[in-house]
Nanobody, 122 residues
């Protein structure tokens, strides 16, 4: 089992940057693919980025390509999401998740964190 705790959210102006981190407990972290998802008020949770267990494969939603970068450090049991050129429409709660496959499919992820709020002002 994996427990996930996100951090790094906050309030930032449009065009600014934030770095989200997700700390995982458990010795099996390196076996899991990791994903970041987000959910804005009144909207469904949506895929943002994913990374394979080795870090060799990454996927991004079209709306973050070129702006967000996902990375992981298996020695530290962390996965990060560097977010640059933030837009007001990026405002949402951001969740990290762990699963068996590197995929954009939300339901494929077994473990979820509690989320961290990102607010981008215009």
């Amino acid at each position: 089992q994996v427990q996930l705790v996100e951090s790094g959210g906050g309030l930032v102006q449009a065009g600014g940057s934030l770095r989200l981190s997700c700390a995982a407990s458990g010795r099996t972290f390196s076996r899991y693919a990791m994903g970041w998802f987000r959910q804005a008020p009144g909207k469904e949770r949506e895929f943002v980025a994913a990374i394979s267990w080795s870090g060799g494969i990454t996927y991004y939603a079209d709306f973050v390509k070129g702006r967000f970068t996902i990375s992981r450090d298996n020695a530290k049991n962390t996965v990060n999401l560097q977010m640059n050129s933030l837009k007001p429409e990026d405002t949402a709660s951001y969740y990290c998740a762990a699963g068996s496959y590197t995929t954009v499919v939300l339901t494929a992820y077994h473990y979820w964190g509690q989320g961290t709020q990102v607010t981008v002002s215009s």
